[in-house]
């Protein structure tokens, strides 16, 4: 797999579903498939409920998203432990996992395929049954229903979420400001902190561990705790640039004197 893409490189986005708390409940309540396809990712995790475009490269990973997308078969979606690896086996891939829907198959104009993918509920593999064409596992069921939290606790929880993203989006000129206004619309704690979660600018490594903390009020904190530590290391990097830039304007004002 390629680089991951934002949904905002994506022209006609009139396919992405509109998830409703309905819809949340019951994708977590429904039934895993007892074997599933798995699409492994270099650089991303894919989380419940939430939309994501990936640019497939690898020959195996085509040809799975095709038949898959042609028999209308839901596939399982997991990261690989290291980017580099080529052609992984499956002690290089993490074990939870999220199952999901192909909404979409594009042909982008540079001539690479990207597929629209959906998440829906977290999933544990638990043994490969097939390695060519592509991985085929036995899967089970990982993490169940979200227990909601108190309902002060919870709003809480969505608050400082919501306040800290905008803060990091504001801060970013990387970040689409469209990111800021998802979030203040999400009104639901499990799919804010898997949409924030899905977008913040961490290591697969940080993704991964909130995918598979089954607990939401821990998985909320681990969240908000890798949002608070992006913020430290972006303020960082500000000041330094600052102070480069103030060095070289003064460099600058005692070279012409």
Known sequence: MKKAMRLSDIQDQDFIPILTEEDEHAMQEKEVPEVLPLLSLRNTVLFPGVVIPISVGRDRSVRLIREANKSESLIGVVSQKEDDTEVP?????????????????????????????????????????????????????????????????????????????????????????????????????????????????VEVEDKQSILEEVNLRERAQKVLELLHKEKQMLSLKQDIQRKVKTDLDQQQREFFL
Do not use: C
Request: proline share 6%; net charge negative.
């Open 89 to 201: 086996g499956p002690d290089d891939l993490n074990k939870v996992g999220t199952v999901a829907r192909i909404l979409k198959m594009l042909k982008m104009p540079d001539g690479t395929n990207t597929v629209i993918l959906q998440g829906q509920q977290r999933f544990r593999w638990t043994k490969v049954i097939q390695e060519e064409p592509y991985h085929k596992a036995k899967v089970e069921a990982y993490g169940g229903v979200d227990e909601p939290l108190p309902e002060k606790e919870g709003q809480a929880m969505m608050e400082s979420l919501r306040d800290l993203s905008t803060e990091l989006i504001e801060m970013n000129p990387n970040i689409p400001t469209e990111a800021a206004e998802a979030i203040q619309g999400i009104d639901r704690l499990g799919f804010l902190v898997n949409f924030i979660g899905s977008n913040m600018q």
